[in-house]
């Protein structure tokens, strides 16, 4: 073998290798872009529908959050397979129809197994069928990317849409009703009661609709305290 | 012309996979979403407002058909008769449809007890017409040809403090119960019977 022939080789084999970097890098940073950078309700500030409406207690907050993430990543998988195919012109009433059954497979499932749950939030499963982020992601990531990508895209905003609705309902519940649960199971409640104690009198004007808009605007606040710098 | 045909036949079979799929899951998860209803909702609220029932009321159910509309009937045996009957009505509250589980003695046509099974109330406010027991409990032993209303609307019943419009649904939703009642009371009365044989 001739030295250019290693040569030759040694270059297709980096270059190979580099794609595969740059790839995974990618990947990893559509996943990690939903989890700060661009995390919907507090940098751009998407979505509030949900997180105004369920986020009295902090399970409310992770249910509706996973709910959101399980249509986001099926509809970007449908959406990105079948990018080529749907024609642009009605494009959006495609997304709608995919958006919109895995909305109903959800509100279903959820009744038939997570029947409190689905109790607690009540019409705002069905509401995820207008949820911008859901039909933004749609349009905007996963018509134009591979499927890898959208996947890892649904994830991570998905994710990071959870956390928010977590953050925030757990801050309103914590003060709105001194308890904090994280999931009801029939037979028993995960979560604590009376973090402050039994004489601690909450503030009920934290669970009702005020008291999300000043606990959003505040959390709003601290993230654009901490992006400024 | 080409590009027409396209859009609608993907708009189409899409349209066509989503129903087919949606139908298909709905008749596969239908059974088991009504047992989880009766489990979660129903049950325990009629357990609650039936203490000391002999039988159990959520075996012991029939259909009955009022007009158009079917409506589920719950038997409750106390001493082994059958004299209790458990009905479903629905008042509109502040959040949404308010549920009220009415258990009504048809031997002197009185409520037995009454309970809140689905709303969408406010936490703290509103709920309390589902936690506190001692704002339900307000209806039992009140004959049910009434029309039930809160204090402030001239009627027997003391609202929530902060919750008038839950309370005034919860009424509405007893009235309603004793509406359809009255309506079916020749039907109830027959399918009792068959409980007491």
Redesign the interface.
Known sequence: MSLTQILAEKTVFVQALNREIKMAKTLTQEFTKGLWEEIAPFRLVLGLCPVLGVT??MENGIGMGLATTFVLVFSNILVASLRN???S??RI??FI??I??FV??TE??M???A??LF?KL??FIPLIVVNCIVLGRAEAFASKNSLTLSIADGLGIGIGFTLSLAALGSLRELF??NNLTIWTT?TSVIGVQEVFGPHFQ?F?FM??APGAFVCLGLMLCLMNLLGSK | MRELITMVVVLTVLAVLSGGLLSGLRNATAARIEVQQLKFVKGPAIKAILKGVSNDPIKDRFAIKDGETERKVFVGKFDDEANTVVLESFGKGYGGDIGLMVAINMEDDTIVGAGVTTHSETPGLGATAKDDPGFVSQFKGLPIEETFKVTNDGGKVNALSGATITSRAVCAAATQAGGIYQRMKPQLTEKLKEFNK
Request: net charge positive.
């Open positions: 009295t207690t195919i749907i024609p012109k009605v009433a495609c129809i995919i919109a059954t109903v497979i279903l499932l009744q038939a197994f029947y409190t109790l009540g019409v709105g009703a029939p909450p009920t669970v009702q």
